[in-house]
């Protein structure tokens, strides 16, 4: 069934719905995740952070409440091409609010009314998806239309990062390099002389590396030594204000009373699962007791930044031998009071170490709001182009009209009415569990999985480089998700969800098998942690497909756009309640028991489908003659 356009030419699925549901996930993973990363490079504390952007997930969880509005009050399609415009002006509104003074809180009000906006747009969406196709198209687009959402998730953790980032090269200072070398009979000695810091005289501003080249001796220290070294240099670096306020606040929170909770749930909990479950750590000091020789890198300017402006460093390894690391001091905040005083970074040798080897790091600084109030303009642009797009090409389905009431009172009752119904449905109990359990597995590893891929190899990770993440999801995750959801969409458009509930449902669990492979035995090589990876999205996009059909299948009926967000409003909190202890979790049982535990998880979702009714021919397409 092609659907048709106002003029009454018909109009092919393809052309609408993977660019509306890419629009659907942008905004999302805007305020989940982009907007994090972009406070944190302006300076706001991690306590900050963590609290008031938290709240922006709120319209996700709470959509059902005003999805049956949304079913009553005009078109779907009005809903969307509307809800496109809302969200454009508001990521225009962040782009101009970025530079101002009072960024933080403006930003954080415009980007409430995004969330609101995309939440509502959601739910026409997904409205205008089950109107627009009949359910065996439905089986057919579903891995198409999820794995579009998943594109947009990770456009805006690569791509949208990979432009601020390039901006904020571009418009910084020079970068800064220094070298950092071992070596088994050179004497190393740490030096803490500020007043000895000379930097040359220049009228460029730009920053010094002191010393630029650091050999460090291989011989071991004690683990008090690489303490004082490491206070020597925080109480210099607070002295002249160079620490972000979040890591003074964070020490100084630490000295406050326990909460009831931590003193009486999380504490014991935690310590209980750590006694009986949790991994052994691995090695972190030699078998004398000692740790890796450190040293220190002082930085300067050469000239003081403008009034009133500030110029933030971050530094991080750039190349070479990463047994050298940078155990403190990755950011620095330059202020016309404290240029002329140097900022110090530790850097450490692995306690292993006992060749002569190299490593080179680097500083980068650049104007983080101009860059980042650049990229939210690029995002408007975009959002304007999808609000044009689709205001030609979505088609106009018959059966999209809005509920015909008569009064307000009428409305609140049709609400109540469409709410109500919702958990009248024939087992919507045993249907609610199965949404909340689906992806219990999958929501812990989410959130993991990019920590376990970074985290150094001694405390249980992979150690790979921002880089090598970004090509294990940007390429070879992409193309295994995408392959995934297009061939679980084929697939159940052909036998139906009756059918391939089991098979989607083990695909979805059991590939996770390949991260406990690679926490088990840490390889090296690259090409097999990308196989890995390339298992377990391969299965969450083909198994995801099952999910998303029975959501469809269980709001069927009458108010099945109000319906549907509600199943989608359980999946949200599936998805959320889960990721919330996930880190907990992981540092209490390490990595790879973790992943144990995640296995573990697949219980309940393989326990309640046999109990699951499923009509067997929903899902499967057909083919009338002429469609």
């Not at 890591?247 to 931590?262: A, F, P």
């Not at 109540?416 to 087992?427: D, E, H, L, M, V």
Request: overall charge positive.
């Amino acid at each position: 069934m092609l659907e048709k356009s106002r003029d009454g030419k018909t109009t092919n699925p393809w052309t609408w719905i993977p660019t509306l549901y890419f629009a659907q996930g942008l905004p999302y993973v805007v305020a989940m995740t982009v907007v994090v990363i972009m406070y944190k490079r302006l300076g706001i504390s991690n306590t900050d952070i963590t609290l008031y952007t938290s709240w922006l997930y709120l319209p996700w969880v709470i959509k059902p409440f005003w999805s049956p509005f949304v079913d009553m009050l005009k078109t779907k399609r009005w809903w969307i091409i509307t809800m496109q415009l809302l969200i454009g002006a508001g990521l225009g509104g962040v782009a101009f609010l970025i530079p101002l003074p009072f960024f933080f809180q403006s930003t954080l009000a415009v980007l409430w009314l995004i969330a609101f906006s995309s939440a509502t747009h959601d739910i026409a969406a997904d409205g205008f998806y089950m109107l627009a196709l009949e359910s065996g198209q439905q089986s057919f687009f579903v891995g198409i239309r999820s794995t579009f959402y998943r594109l947009a998730m990770i456009t805006g953790q690569g791509l949208l990062i990979i432009i601020a980032g390039s901006l904020e090269s571009f418009t910084g200072l020079e970068p800064v390099h220094f070298t950092v070398g071992s070596s088994n009979s050179v004497h190393s000695e740490v030096k803490l002389h500020p007043q000895k810091s000379v930097v040359p005289e220049t009228s460029k501003l730009t920053f010094v590396a002191i010393p630029s080249d650091l050999v460090l001796n291989v011989n071991n220290i004690s683990p008090d030594s690489l303490g004082k070294i490491k206070d020597l240099a925080l109480k210099e670096n607070q002295a002249n204000g160079f620490l972000p306020n979040e890591e003074i606040n964070s020490r100084k929170s630490g000295q406050n009373e326990e909460s009831w909770w931590t003193k009486f749930v999380s504490s014991p909990l935690g310590a209980f699962i750590k006694d009986k479950f949790s991994q052994k750590s691995r090695q972190t000091m030699g078998s004398n007791g000692k740790v890796g020789n450190a040293g220190l890198v002082a930085i300067r300017l050469t000239r003081p930044p403008l009034p009133g402006e500030s110029v933030v460093l971050n530094s991080r390894f750039a190349e070479g031998d990463k047994s050298i690391s940078i155990i403190s001091g990755e950011r620095f905040v330059y202020t016309p009071e404290n240029w002329e005083k140097p900022a110090y970074i530790v850097v450490q040798l692995d306690f292993k170490l006992k060749d002569q080897v190299r490593s080179k790091f680097e500083g980068i600084s650049g104007n983080l709001r101009l860059a980042w109030s650049i990229t939210f303009f690029i995002l408007a642009g975009f959002f304007l182009m999808v609000f044009i797009y689709h205001r030609f090409a979505l088609p106009y389905p018959g059966s999209d009209h809005a509920t015909e009431t008569n009064s307000v009172g009428g409305i609140f009752c049709e609400f109540g009415q469409t709410f109500a119904s919702f958990f009248q449905k024939k087992n919507a109990g045993l249907a609610i569990s199965f949404m909340l359990f689906y992806r219990l597995g999958e929501a812990m590893l989410v959130k993991i999985s990019p920590p376990f891929l970074l985290d150094a190899r001694e405390l249980g990770g992979l150690g790979l480089t921002t880089g090598q993440v970004g090509l294990v999801y940007g390429t070879v995750g992409v193309i295994s998700l995408t392959i995934g959801g297009i061939v679980g969409g084929i697939a159940a458009s052909r036998k139906g969800l009756k059918y391939w509930i089991w098979p989607m449902a083990l695909c979805i669990t059991f590939p996770h098998l390949s991260y406990l492979y690679l926490s088990w035995f840490t390889p090296e090589n690259l090409l097999l942690i990308n196989i890995a990876v390339a298992v377990e999205l391969f299965g969450y996009g083909f198994g995801f497909t099952a999910y998303m059909l029975f959501m469809i299948y269980f709001a069927d009926g009458q108010h099945k756009t109000a319906h549907y967000a509600i199943c989608t409003g359980f999946m949200a909190l599936g998805m959320m309640l889960p990721g919330m202890v996930a880190g907990w979790l992981q540092e209490l049982l390490g990595y790879n028991h973790f992943f144990i535990w995640v296995m573990i998880c697949a219980i309940p979702t393989l326990a309640l489908i046999p109990f699951l009714k499923i009509d067997r021919e929903y899902g499967i397409k057909k083919n009338p003659a002429g469609s």
